[in-house]
């Protein structure tokens, strides 16, 4: 099939080309434009107690008084606030309000902080719209208009809450695109001329990749998550670019290399790279569809930030091994050798891969010592995963702690209650046809007082129909903190167990959703990776047509996830002293490890069988594996780590977190299990691993049957 494929993209180029330029037209002309959401509500389902009590808390109180947004006033010179400054914070919180301007609904002034240096202007806006891009407009026009109107005063205002901290979101992950672009950018662009030293050839699959690829992947995107109702997020905007670029390079060498390959082979270029194609298109396509199918198992996850993220990047791999499959061998194919390769002439020869040929040689007289070695680092790195903590603040994750809504925050924890910038709300409702009685909430308010960690409670608010009671509960620790959802779990064993007669009780605010975040978290670890792993088997056992090697062969990859969070528990928990890593960061983990480190070992497999048909025993195959898809794994696995390690630059600790694991997972993939672990099992398990279909068996390689057909070859 591959053979076919290649035949008609080398052979019709212009066509092929054609072809994709038509459908990145059409797919961008019709792709919806859609709204990106920052609420993190949002991204759970509404079965979860914190998402009824705020749809209980819209319906039962709509016109309540929730801050949307918070002006932090406080002295120039860090004093004091004296009684002129106080009056001038008032002054400022009118005229905020006064201006009327879209979404804000109030603006009200707050208390004074215990130590006398900071008061509060309090903003309510349009719930409705929490998240979206009108709300995050209105937070900027808040932002610049408090400051403005300080001017002439001793005061400095700073705008947080959850709508300022969706405008830092979003133009933090705007730089951040564009710091992990250009990095990407530079580190494939010097790698490849490293590699080829060819520009053209450098050059090539970044100008493929940006110009018909990614257009056409990001419309298909638009259109599947406006077809699905998926929640459309930018913060994942970074990761698209990283796994565009970093996997489509990836998919580029594969074919590269055994193009140059076969042109070494004596084979004229249009043939060549048909049968680069026939020969790498069986590994490329399964190596796709093994990351495919481990992201679209993010469907299953009950975040509606994964969910988002399954298919994006799915469609992306897809669209990706579609332009690996046809679009680069059309361009190729129309580009003579002694100009694609220019000005280099060493694709003419046969290089001796000293280095590869070593490593290949010692795994063929010693394969249990490096299966054994290989597979003790990784099992010593794995024991790191005991000390994992998650933290759920995902805002704060995914910018700098430099952002002002970020310093608000960490101004207001410190100044006033941990908990008081965001509340925790418990709503009692009647479950019959009567009203509340008022009279049993007092006793109920101190039960919940009583909870170790609420550092205060404020008497309920009553419903207008009498029907449902709001209490605040105001907890002594930042919302998102590990001690914050252990208090609010009590809160809610409390609030439940003793909620008066005929009532029933529901907990919401920000440390109830981050605790329903963590119970969405676990249910995931229950049911994406296990169906994952068993998808990716499938993808191994139909390629390989065996039964034993998908078997080690998750078993390595297993080792890799292990072995790269439990380095990242070390270097960022244990070295930089992180309270925890952010709570997807496994999930995400999981499914780039495993589904990229399968990638690797496809490949070496894949060349390992095909050696193994030429007639070499176990041991000599897996040499000759090692020593001819070692430079391609070596090299593949470096840029994709790479351009995974520029999302460190993104100056957040959520993809800094993201970029350190993924690129240390795929060194552990390339270099540890596909260069030593996986060869080195498969020459100790022999034709065993082939069972039951035997595929190392000495056969006619596909290719050459094709080569026997009478249809002519044409040249150009």
């Known amino acids: 099939?591959?053979?076919?494929?290649?035949?008609?993209?080398?052979?019709?180029?212009?066509?092929?080309?054609?072809?994709?330029?038509?459908?990145?037209?059409?797919?961008?002309?019709?792709?919806?434009?859609?709204?990106?959401?920052?609420?993190?509500?949002?991204?759970?389902?509404?079965?979860?107690?914190?998402?009824?009590?705020?749809?209980?808390?819209?319906?039962?109180?709509?016109?309540?008084?929730?801050?949307?947004?918070?002006?932090?006033?406080?002295?120039?010179?860090?004093?004091?606030?004296?009684?002129?400054?106080?009056?001038?914070?008032?002054?400022?919180?009118?005229?905020?309000?006064?201006?009327?301007?879209?979404?804000?609904?109030?603006?009200?002034?707050?208390?004074?902080?215990?130590?006398?240096?900071?008061?509060?202007?309090?903003?309510?806006?349009?719930?409705?719209?929490?998240?979206?891009?009108?709300?995050?407009?209105?937070?900027?026009?808040?932002?610049?208009?408090?400051?403005?109107?300080?001017?002439?005063?001793?005061?400095?205002?700073?705008?947080?809450?959850?709508?300022?901290?969706?405008?830092?979101?979003?133009?933090?992950?705007?730089?951040?695109?564009?710091?992990?672009?250009?990095?990407?950018?530079?580190?494939?662009?010097?790698?490849?001329?490293?590699?080829?030293?060819?520009?053209?050839?450098?050059?090539?699959?970044?100008?493929?990749?940006?110009?018909?690829?990614?257009?056409?992947?990001?419309?298909?995107?638009?259109?599947?998550?406006?077809?699905?109702?998926?929640?459309?997020?930018?913060?994942?905007?970074?990761?698209?670019?990283?796994?565009?670029?970093?996997?489509?390079?990836?998919?580029?060498?594969?074919?590269?290399?055994?193009?140059?390959?076969?042109?070494?082979?004596?084979?004229?270029?249009?043939?060549?790279?048909?049968?680069?194609?026939?020969?790498?298109?069986?590994?490329?396509?399964?190596?796709?569809?093994?990351?495919?199918?481990?992201?679209?198992?993010?469907?299953?996850?009950?975040?509606?930030?994964?969910?988002?993220?399954?298919?994006?990047?799915?469609?992306?791999?897809?669209?990706?091994?579609?332009?690996?499959?046809?679009?680069?061998?059309?361009?190729?194919?129309?580009?003579?050798?002694?100009?694609?390769?220019?000005?280099?002439?060493?694709?003419?020869?046969?290089?001796?891969?000293?280095?590869?040929?070593?490593?290949?040689?010692?795994?063929?007289?010693?394969?249990?010592?490096?299966?054994?070695?290989?597979?003790?680092?990784?099992?010593?790195?794995?024991?790191?995963?005991?000390?994992?903590?998650?933290?759920?603040?995902?805002?704060?994750?995914?910018?700098?702690?430099?952002?002002?809504?970020?310093?608000?925050?960490?101004?207001?924890?410190?100044?006033?209650?941990?908990?008081?910038?965001e509340p925790t709300s418990v709503l009692v409702t009647s479950t019959g046809d009567g009203r509340l009685d008022p009279s049993a909430l007092p006793a109920y308010e101190k039960k919940l007082a009583a909870v170790a960690g609420v550092a205060d409670v404020l008497p309920a608010a009553i419903s207008k129909d009498g029907r449902t009671a709001n209490i605040t509960v105001t907890l002594g620790y930042g919302s998102a903190t590990d001690e914050a959802l252990r208090t609010v779990g009590t809160v809610r064993d409390v609030a439940h167990a003793d909620a008066p007669p005929g009532t029933k009780a529901l907990v919401g605010g920000m440390s109830s959703i981050y605790k329903d975040i963590n119970a969405a978290v676990n249910h995931d670890y229950r049911t994406v990776f296990p169906l994952a792993a068993l998808l990716i088997m499938i993808i191994l056992g139909l390629l390989l047509r065996s039964v034993v090697a998908p078997w080690y062969l998750m078993v390595s990859v297993g080792l890799g996830f292990g072995a790269t969070l439990g380095a990242t528990v070390l270097i960022f928990q244990q070295g930089l002293g992180h309270s925890g890593l952010m709570f997807m960061l496994p999930v995400i983990m999981y499914l780039f490890v495993v589904a990229i480190g399968t990638d690797y070992n496809i490949l070496m497999i894949a060349r390992l069988r095909e050696e193994a048909r030429e007639g070499r025993d176990p041991r000599e195959a897996a040499s000759m594996a090692v020593r001819h898809a070692g430079p391609t794994v070596a090299a593949a696995g470096f840029i994709l780590a790479a351009t995974f390690a520029t999302l460190m630059l993104a100056g957040n600790s959520l993809l800094t977190e993201m970029g350190f694991a993924v690129s240390f997972g795929i060194v552990v993939a390339a270099f540890v299990m596909a260069m030593f672990f996986t060869p080195s099992l498969t020459a100790l398990i022999g034709h065993a691993a082939w069972w039951p279909g035997h595929q190392d068996r000495q056969q006619l390689p596909e290719d050459a049957v094709e080569q026997k057909s009478p249809e002519p070859v044409t040249r150009s």
């Open 1 to 421: 099939m591959f053979h076919r494929i290649g035949r008609v993209a080398v052979r019709h180029p212009i066509w092929t080309i054609v072809a994709w330029l038509v459908i990145a037209v059409a797919v961008v002309a019709t792709a919806p434009s859609l709204p990106s959401s920052s609420d993190q509500s949002s991204f759970l389902p509404k079965s979860y107690e914190s998402i009824q009590a705020a749809e209980l808390q819209q319906s039962a109180f709509p016109t309540a008084f929730t801050p949307s947004a918070i002006v932090l006033y406080s002295r120039s010179d860090g004093g004091r606030l004296s009684p002129a400054d106080l009056k001038d914070a008032a002054k400022i919180t009118t005229e905020l309000g006064a201006k009327k301007l879209d979404q804000v609904e109030q603006v009200v002034p707050g208390p004074p902080s215990k130590d006398g240096r900071y008061v509060l202007g309090l903003v309510s806006m349009d719930t409705s719209n929490a998240g979206q891009q009108s709300q995050l407009d209105a937070a900027k026009t808040l932002r610049d208009d408090a400051k403005a109107l300080t001017k002439g005063t001793r005061l400095d205002a700073k705008l947080g809450g959850s709508a300022a901290q969706g405008l830092d979101q979003q133009e933090s992950s705007t730089q951040a695109d564009k710091l992990t672009f250009v990095g990407t950018f530079a580190i494939i662009l010097i790698t490849l001329l490293i590699i080829f030293r060819s520009p053209i050839l450098a050059l090539l699959p970044l100008i493929v990749l940006l110009a018909l690829v990614s257009t056409t992947a990001n419309g298909l995107i638009a259109d599947a998550t406006k077809l699905f109702g998926l929640e459309a997020s930018s913060s994942i905007s970074a990761l698209l670019i990283v796994v565009l670029l970093g996997v489509g390079t990836d998919y580029y060498l594969f074919l590269m290399f055994r193009y140059r390959e076969r042109l070494r082979a004596g084979e004229e270029p249009k043939e060549a790279m048909i049968s680069a194609v026939g020969r790498v298109g069986e590994a490329i396509a399964s190596a796709a569809g093994a990351v495919i199918i481990a992201f679209l198992a993010l469907l299953l996850s009950t975040l509606g930030f994964l969910k988002q993220m399954g298919p994006a990047l799915a469609i992306t791999v897809a669209v990706t091994l579609v332009a690996a499959l046809t679009l680069f061998p059309a361009i190729c194919s129309l580009i003579p050798p002694r100009v694609l390769f220019w000005p280099s002439k060493a694709w003419r020869n046969e290089p001796t891969n000293a280095r590869f040929a070593a490593l290949g040689r010692g795994v063929q007289r010693r394969p249990a010592l490096f299966a054994a070695v290989s597979g003790i680092v990784m099992v010593a790195l794995a024991l790191g995963t005991l000390g994992f903590k998650a933290t759920f603040d995902l805002a704060s994750g995914s910018m700098p702690k430099t952002k002002e809504s970020m310093v608000v925050q960490t101004e207001m924890q410190s100044a006033y209650s941990a908990g008081a910038a």
